[in-house]
């Protein structure tokens, strides 16, 4: 399992509330980002991380931020949720001491924003 | 813009029999890796097979294989002796510059016993 969580597995919130999800990793890897999957989208990326506090937009990134102040956690903010954004949410990482140049994903979260 | 094509949306196969799924891409790039994923009802995104571009051997793992035509962008995975367990959710993927994933849509395979 690549020794990723994810926090909360499933949350249910209203309209205009700021969320926040958590990745956790115990392996120390490089790179971390953040999907969102959506019934006939795929997986899309929202924002990565390539270190400690430095971060990148993704495809989809409008109305999300993130933050890694350590290696080991890449937060996934949703300043004020709009039912645009319910969706299953994935955290990845790659590098380390896993297969190069591959990703390997979280349990991932489900988020209703009603 | 890398874009990954997954044609069919859903494919049956009866078990024990043999599996082929398709993907295209488009990419103006020499080197890059292309992923197949599986993802069951449980949600969990599993790494199934990857690709070297460079390599002009196709990946195998187990009974899974790709047929990889990197002139035609062509990135298709089979599936042999098929089982029960296999059914899920599969996810094409290339990884662009800078490390990032880009997804297919995915194709629903069921499995028939």
């Known amino acids: 399992d690549a020794g990723i969580t994810q926090s909360p597995r499933h949350k249910v919130t209203e309209t205009g509330t700021p969320v926040t999800l958590r990745c956790h990793q115990t392996?120390?890897?490089?790179?971390m980002y953040w999907y969102r999957q959506d019934p006939g989208h795929g997986l899309r990326l929202i924002h990565y991380?390539?270190?400690?506090?430095?971060?990148d937009k993704g495809e989809v990134s409008d109305g999300y931020s993130v933050s890694r102040s350590k290696t080991e956690d890449f937060l996934l903010t949703l300043e004020s949720a709009t039912s645009s954004q319910t969706s299953v949410y994935f955290c990845a990482i790659s590098g380390g001491t896993s297969i190069p140049n591959t990703q390997y994903f979280g349990p991932g979260t489900r988020l209703t924003v009603l | 813009a890398q874009t990954v094509t997954q044609s069919q949306p859903e494919m049956s196969v009866q078990e024990a029999e043999t599996v082929t799924l398709s993907c295209t891409y488009d990419t103006s790039e020499s080197d890059y890796y292309l992923f197949w994923y599986k993802q069951p009802p449980s949600r969990q995104m599993i790494l199934v097979i990857r690709q070297e571009a460079y390599k002009q051997q196709n990946a195998t793992e187990n009974r899974f294989s790709v047929n990889f035509q990197k002139a035609a962008k062509s990135f298709s995975l089979k599936i042999s002796d098929s089982q029960l367990g296999d059914a899920a959710m599969y996810f094409c993927?290339?990884?662009?510059?800078?490390?990032?994933?880009?997804f297919g849509e995915g194709t629903q395979l069921t499995v028939n016993p």
């Open positions: 392996e120390n890897h490089r790179y």
């Open positions: 993927a290339y990884r662009t510059s800078g490390s990032r994933l880009t």
């Open positions: 991380s390539y270190g400690v506090k430095d971060t």
